[in-house]
């Protein structure tokens, strides 16, 4: 197709409306590397809260008390909640949720890696909130100004709701300090085996990330992998110190000059292994979302038989 003069001036009023910080919409026109971009980050990010339900909603007949397994489940539907915002922002680009699904079955759209590992104590329940959820919440606040408007406004409601996953889980936490040396113990096993894949959910090194420089350029992203990773640990190490717990880092220092955390490498072979092949628990993962797809098709049906019903009913 030959380029018309037409094309320049809408590339250039998409051009100027980032410029502006103002909000994309999705009846404007945007390159399609844009468009792919949010599509495919977008989606991945729904798979990561749709597949991130499995290990919590694992441990919701194992909770503790009724209060704690209130919470939890409330916990895991908000999740739900969170893929299905996604999905419909991905949706106002042009793409077809089943096509999306088809994806993350097939393996051709990753999700994050931190579910790939397993959950093995209550402590780790905790963790996840407390930590992962605070790693998430900063690495996805400023996505809230993406510049892309429905991603952007999916992602207001996302943190208020990330927020309140992090408190609990900072709760549960301070329950368990306060326990036993046996359930302190817990809280220091589950923080040496979550602080890593923590680390790990911002994404490659700056060096290494392949979408972000572009990412940024267009307002998808406003800050780098590695600037987040480390705005997290600064926040998280004072967190983990007053517990009384220790980072599993023998590297981590305050580094004074700079004002902030110096930290050890992340095992990248690890990371790249557990995201191309999926580590210990990723086909479990996936086997267990198609099943629940499978089983969910007739609640699929029936909403479908029920929209055609009320286009019917307008119509006539
Ligand atoms: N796990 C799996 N894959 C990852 C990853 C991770 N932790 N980090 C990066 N990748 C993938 C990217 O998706 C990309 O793969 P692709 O080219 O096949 O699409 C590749 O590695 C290169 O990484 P880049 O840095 O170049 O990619 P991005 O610019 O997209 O940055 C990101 C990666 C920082 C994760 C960014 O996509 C992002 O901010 N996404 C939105 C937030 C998100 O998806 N978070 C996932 C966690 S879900 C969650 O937080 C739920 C809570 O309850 C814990």
Redesign the pocket.
Known sequence: MTKTSNDDDLALAFDECIARGDAVEPRDWMPEGYRATLV??IS??AH??II?MQPEAEWISRAPSLHRKAILIAKVQD?AG?GSYLYSAAETLGVARDDLFEMLLTGK??????FNYPMLSWADVGV?GWL??G??IV??VP?SRCSYGPYARAMVRVCKE?SF?QRQGFDLIQAMMAGTDEQKQMVQDAVDRWWWPCL?????SDR?????KQ?MAWGI?RFS?DE?RRRFVDQAVPQIEHFGLTVPDPELRWDESAGCYKFGEIDWED?KSV?QDGGPLGKERIAHRQRVHDEGAWVREAAEAYARKQDERLSA
Do not use: C, V, W
């Open positions: 495919r980050q991945q990010h990561s809260e991130g999740e969170h759209q990753k999700y994050s890696t931190i996840m992962g959820d790693a998430a690495n996805q996505l990330e996953h790990m959910l911002f994404g490659p290494h990330s392949s979408h972000s990412s992203k992998n987040l990371f995201m």
